[in-house]
């Protein structure tokens, strides 16, 4: 019975289609089928939710701060007088999201389950398209062992719990597998419609780019490399247009940092002093000196901007004027360039986080399940787990992977470019953007905000490596690592 089953679906269902199908019902299963999962509130959800009209409407609800999940609140009936505090794609998915849930559940309750099956048809559509570019002219038994890779590494619950909670983690883990998968479909000419591929390529990005303020780098990153999509057609219009869209994504890359909110500014400028530069330094006082800050200020050492009996007030004017002010994220890199013992401590210290996928402070539970505060799940985190306990936490292993995957790709990547084959020099530049992204994460969040919150802040970091690991591995599979497999069919695009 079961060898018949089996029979049926290699014979029937394609491995993208499996991969999309084993992601969505492991998930359904886990954010759907009492117990549900979600993610605990660290404080962070009101940045996104008043100015979006909902509100939280637990009494209970400071109560269950990082320990339990909550997925009802309310909905403002009247007029809601709170602003945006922070510019946010995010915002985007969630009133859509309460629009569905206006249509089949209630128009004073929001329950953000309806946020979590808006997003799962997402990532079910994304899954299928980057196994797809995976697979694509694959035979059938490699193919299904990528497909079931990507099942066990993208259907892990320390990822899509993300989806019935707040955090922009949601928008991030979708859109990035959207925006390789275009990449990919892109390079191996899988559709016909370039301008279709490009446009998912483009959307996704600019989506990624705007769901937080750390994520700016990124539009400037994938406009630099998107570099290589302009030549991969001859077509003067199809040029034009990939020019135009990548300045765009440029612009809006430019535009996410500088539309910051000050008061974030202070919150993370703050950490990146108190919980990164003076936190690992031997001399605290003699660190300040070099920002031409009073050395009176290293009291602050180790504090947190949310500390509520602290030494000084954060929000003062004092402090605006003789510490702020002092320093900047260029100030603080030329810093650690200058001090590398420091930032090797702090380098280290991101890859410790680096390789978690979920928080270990959050619960996964609601209250009402009668679970311990703080308690996760196990339900499908076999990868999440295994990834946590078994890799390297040093940044040297981190150095060693990039140079592993990028002397993989080199090879086809230099043959291509010799034979002037564009469009088949395409994947190792995709994968640098990746590498670049992940990297990204770590020094912003290192430079921006020292060690608070770190293994929500590497969450792009661990993504990137899991996509890049995973694509490498269907190569490794495919035995395609090292060949240039598009050489003579890309030759020539329609001009």
């Known amino acids: 019975m079961i060898s018949n089953v089996l029979r049926m679906i290699l014979r029937y269902v394609s491995p993208a289609a499996f991969a999309a199908a084993g992601v969505l019902l492991i998930t359904v299963a886990a954010l759907f089928v009492p117990p549900y999962i979600g993610m605990a509130d660290n404080g962070d959800f009101f940045r996104i939710l008043y100015s979006n009209g909902l509100y939280f409407n637990d009494p209970n609800y400071n109560s269950q701060y990082l320990g339990y999940f909550v997925k009802n609140y309310g909905i403002y009936q009247y007029f809601n007088e709170n602003g945006a505090t922070l510019f946010s794609s995010q915002s985007l998915f969630i009133k859509a999201s309460m629009f569905i849930n206006l249509i089949f559940h209630d128009s004073q309750l929001f329950d953000i389950r309806y946020q979590a099956w808006l997003y799962l048809v997402l990532y079910t559509i994304a899954v299928y398209l980057l196994v797809e570019a995976l697979t694509w002219k694959m035979s059938k038994k490699p193919g299904y062992i990528v497909a079931t890779i990507a099942i066990f590494i993208l259907g892990d619950t320390g990822y899509t719990a993300y989806f019935n909670s707040f955090y922009s983690e949601s928008i991030v883990l979708i859109m990035m597998v959207f925006m390789i ?225 990028v002397g993989l790709y080199m090879p086809s990547f230099v043959s291509a470019i010799r034979a002037r084959q564009w469009r088949s020099s395409l994947r190792l530049p995709l994968i640098v953007m990746m590498i670049l992204l992940g990297l990204t994460a770590i020094f912003v969040s290192i430079i921006g905000a020292g060690d608070a919150d770190l293994s929500k802040h590497k969450f792009l970091f661990t993504l990137s490596f899991d996509l890049v690991s995973l694509l490498t591995i269907g190569d490794l599979l495919a035995k395609r690592l090292w060949t240039n497999e598009s050489v003579g069919e890309h030759a020539t695009d329609e001009k």
Not at 309 to 318: E, F, T
Not at 396 to 401: A, E, K, N, R, S
């Open 181 to 405: 998968a275009s990449g990919l479909l892109l390079y191996r000419k899988r559709y016909s419609n370039d301008y279709l591929m490009l446009s998912a390529f483009i959307l996704s990005s600019i989506f990624l780019t705007t769901s937080k303020q750390q994520n700016a780098p990124v539009g400037i990153i994938t406009a630099v490399l998107g570099f290589f999509l302009i030549y991969i057609r001859n077509k003067r219009t199809y040029r034009i247009v990939t020019f135009i869209s990548l300045i765009g994504m440029l612009g809006v890359g430019i535009g996410t940092y500088v539309l910051i909110p000050k008061e974030f500014v202070n919150i993370n400028k703050y950490h990146a002093m108190t919980r990164g530069v003076l936190m690992n330094s031997v001399n605290p006082e003699k660190s300040l000196e070099a920002f031409g800050i009073e050395k009176q200020y290293a009291v602050l050492n180790g504090s947190l901007y949310y500390n509520p009996y602290a030494s000084l007030d954060v929000d003062s004017k004092l402090l605006q004027d003789n510490f702020y002010s002092k320093y900047g994220f260029g100030s603080i890199l030329t810093y650690y360039i200058s001090h590398p013992d420091q930032a090797g401590k702090m380098l280290n210290l991101a890859a410790r986080d680096g390789f978690t996928i979920r928080p270990k402070a959050l619960g996964n539970y609601e209250k009402s399940t009668g679970k311990p505060f703080g308690a996760q799940t196990v339900f499908f985190s076999g990868y999440s787990l295994l990834k946590d306990a078994l890799t390297p936490k040093t940044f040297g292993f981190v150095i060693l992977w990039i140079l592993i995957i």
